[in-house]
């Protein structure tokens, strides 16, 4: 029920865009993005809701793929900010909870 | 927005010993509210949540145990802790399920 995520870390150079996806087992009805720093709680990205459109965040962005029960989130240009744990939330079906991702580590080096 | 505020930040226990970790929202009304627990370097796992004053839905069987006594008061706790309930504890707080979750600071327990 976990939604995976995948790639598990990603090294990137200053500058360099990333791809991040997430796929579910189950149908979805919304994706949250969420990025956590190291010893730090989870900081909100974005939402994604069932037929809604592509979300935007300064260079950061996401798609919502309901046929295929997955997301993906885009890291363009990326910055040494970007650095942290990347996490994606499902809530599948008509229920209050969120179910997180494994995680996707991001490092940005100068 | 809502501030979450959870207290304390770090905790070193003794296995067997009692638990209370607290979580107050402000800046909302009636919220879901959450308990995730996250190992060291691993993912967030959802403990309870609740919908609502004295509704509590358990997640993973375990010797935790959750109460929502105010609307915006959230108390985990324990009546004798194992060393497999160490971990970083963190309180969230949502309007609905469309909308984002807003995450305490979070507590890390150390259980020896």
């Known amino acids: 029920q976990q939604p995976v995520q995948s790639p598990q870390a990603v090294i990137l150079r200053e500058g360099e865009d990333a791809v991040i996806n997430c796929s579910s087992s189950?149908?979805?009805?919304?994706v949250h993005w969420y990025r956590q720093k190291h010893g730090e709680a989870p900081v909100f990205l974005m939402i994604l809701l069932k037929g809604g459109e592509q979300k935007g965040h300064d260079k950061i962005s996401a798609s919502f793929n309901e046929k295929k029960q997955q997301s993906s989130l885009y890291l363009t240009a990326s910055q040494l900010s970007y650095s942290g744990t990347y996490f994606c939330?499902?809530?599948?079906?008509?229920?209050?909870?969120?179910?997180f991702g494994t995680g996707t580590r991001l490092q940005v080096f100068p | 927005s809502q501030t979450i505020h959870q207290w304390p930040a770090t905790l070193v226990q003794p296995v067997g010993s009692p638990l209370s970790l607290e979580c107050t929202v402000e800046g909302t009304s009636n919220p879901n509210l959450y308990w995730y627990r996250q190992a060291a370097g691993r993912g967030l796992q959802l403990l309870f949540y609740?919908?609502?004053?004295?509704?509590i839905s358990s997640e993973v069987p375990q010797n935790l145990s959750a109460s929502r006594p105010q609307d915006r008061q959230f108390i985990l706790s324990s009546k004798k802790l194992l060393l497999s309930d160490s971990g970083f504890y963190l309180c969230?707080?949502?309007?609905?399920?469309?909308?984002?979750?807003?995450f305490g600071p979070g507590t890390r327990l150390t259980v020896l």
């Open positions: 939330g499902t809530e599948a079906g008509n229920t209050d909870k969120l179910i």
């Open positions: 189950k149908a979805l009805y919304s």
């Open positions: 969230a707080s949502t309007k609905d399920r469309y909308n984002e979750q807003f």
């Open positions: 609740s919908v609502g004053i004295g509704q």
